[in-house]
T-cell receptor
Framework: GAVVSQHPSRVICKSGTSVKIECRSLDFQATTMFWYRQFPKQSLMLMAT?????????EQGVEKDKFLINHASLTLSTLTVTSAHPEDSSFYICSARDQGMSPLHFGNGTRLTVT | AQSVSQHNHHVILSEAASLELGCNYS??????LFWYVQYPGQHLQLLLK??????LVKGIKGFEAEFIKSKFSFNLRKPSVQWSDTAEYFC???????????FGKGTRLHILP
């Protein structure tokens, strides 16, 4: 079945540094990728929708200059958390779909800890 | 705007008990509905989905969900739960031309052995 690979699974960084998270679709072309953030004991929060070759669409309240999303190819999207702060510590999950209304395939998530 | 409500945040059941997790959504038009499950330490997996047709949808691992349009609901059910069903369950809705899928807050299910 379709697989979405997300890397790294865990990252610890110092406050003020930037972190890049990669999301790859391994056996299908992901025309659309989504980035979610999961706060402890809360739901997944959609951060942005990324379509290959175009600018990402950010949800209200998500800082586009802080969370840079690049969807350069049909199999790769990256999320860069710039100038990370401790409040950015969270679990980030990407998902992808190949076309239309097909279900999402999820990556394993990335646990980001900013010290 | 679309929204999804899961009323039960934390459910504790004994093995063999029956399960029903509530999910309501707000959108007046055509919807696609999903239930996802996240087992401890694992990533999200699709349990079942509804696009059209029979409103009673059967998924993996003995789960089913019923779409009741008049109630804007898509409740998840399982007649007899197992300890291995301990997980977090998310209801999600995709509606209209919007490409987004919106998730509910999730229900943490704990099955006592």
């Amino acid at each position: 079945g379709a697989v979405v690979s997300q890397h790294p699974s865990r990252v610890i960084c110092k406050s003020g540094t930037s972190v890049k998270i990669e999301c790859r679709s391994l056996d299908f072309q992901a025309t659309t990728m989504f980035w979610y953030r999961q706060f402890p004991k809360q739901s997944l929060m959609l951060m942005a929708t990324s379509n290959e070759g175009s600018k990402a669409t950010y949800e209200q309240g998500v800082e586009k200059d802080k969370f840079l999303i690049n969807h350069a190819s049909l199999t790769l999207s990256t999320l860069t958390v710039t100038s990370a702060h401790p409040e950015d510590s969270s679990f980030y999950i990407c998902s992808a779909r190949d076309q239309g209304m097909s279900p999402l395939h999820f990556g394993n998530g990335t646990r980001l800890t900013v010290t | 705007a679309q929204s999804v409500s899961q009323h039960n945040h934390h459910v504790i059941l004994s093995e063999a008990a029956s399960l029903e997790l509530g999910c309501n959504y707000s959108y007046g038009g055509t919807v696609n509905l999903f239930w996802y499950v996240q087992y401890p330490g694992q990533h999200l997996q699709l349990l079942l989905k509804y696009f059209s047709g029979d409103p009673l949808v059967k998924g993996i691992k003995g789960f089913e969900a019923e779409f009741i349009k008049s109630k804007f609901s898509f409740n998840l059910r399982k007649p007899s739960v197992q300890w291995s069903d301990t997980a977090e369950y998310f209801c999600a809705v995709n509606a209209g031309r919007d490409d987004k899928i919106i998730f509910g807050k999730g229900t943490r299910l704990h099955i006592l052995p």
